[in-house]
T-cell receptor, first 113, second 115 residues
């Protein structure tokens, strides 16, 4: 069974730039969620995708957007990067049924300078 | 953003000691989860709890889903060096029919073990 994989592992961007992070879900999972984890904090829910559509969103501005593809993989796009966007971005996948817990990837560490 | 109240924030213990941490919320959750995160890695699921009052064990780990559905605890017995890391509780709210499988996390408990 292949777990959740994310790329790249690390990324450095300049304020104002745009970034795309990628995620492959665990085999058998059809739902993908994205979380932002600032240093020393717990992860914060950004949004979730199911059937290639956004299905729930946390308190993040529209410059955070995403995509889900037919093979259930996903992208997180962030436009107009700000210094506070520096964080670990975690992707999690699950099956869309009751009692299906989220399984996380190892994240992408984004640094905005 | 919304977070659960997790305590303690950090623990320094001797190898072999038992550990207890807990999480409380002002909101009701349908599911409580406990994750462990090592440096440079994502959270790894330890225990999932689905019913109020449920007590579940996974090896040396034991967790309970509070009767009020607003709290949970995690115990680790006879700690060993590989238990070092950050432990997070997470609550999952509305079921998938009503909305996203959104998790709300605590701020974490950092466990340090002296050999």
């Amino acid at each position: 069974e292949t777990g959740v994989t994310q790329s790249p592992t690390h990324l450095i961007k300049t304020r104002g730039q745009q970034v795309t992070l990628r995620c492959s879900s665990q085999s058998g999972h059809n739902t993908v969620s994205w979380y932002q984890q600032a240093l020393g904090q717990g992860p914060q829910f950004i949004f979730q995708y199911y059937r290639e559509e956004e299905n729930g969103r946390g308190n993040f501005p529209p410059r955070f957007s995403g995509l889900q593809f037919p093979n259930y993989s996903s992208e997180l796009n962030v436009n107009a990067l700000e210094l506070d966007d520096s964080a670990l971005y975690l992707c999690a996948s699950s099956a869309r049924r009751e009692n299906s817990p989220l399984h996380f990837g190892n994240g992408t560490r984004l640094t905005v300078t | 953003g919304q977070q659960l109240n997790q305590s303690p924030q950090s623990m320094f213990i001797q190898e072999g000691e038992d550990v207890s941490m807990n999480c409380t919320s002002s909101n009701i959750f349908n599911t409580w989860l406990w994750y462990k995160q090592d440096p440079g890695e994502g959270p790894v699921l330890l225990i999932a709890l689905y019913k109020a009052g449920e007590l579940t064990s996974n090896g040396r780990l034991t967790a309970q889903f509070g009767i009020t559905r607003k709290d949970s605890f995690l115990n680790i017995s006879a700690s060993i060096p590989s238990d070092v890391g950050i432990y997070f509780c997470a609550g999952q709210g509305p079921n998938i029919i009503q909305g996203a499988q959104k998790l709300v996390f605590g701020q974490g408990t950092r466990l340090t073990i002296n050999p």
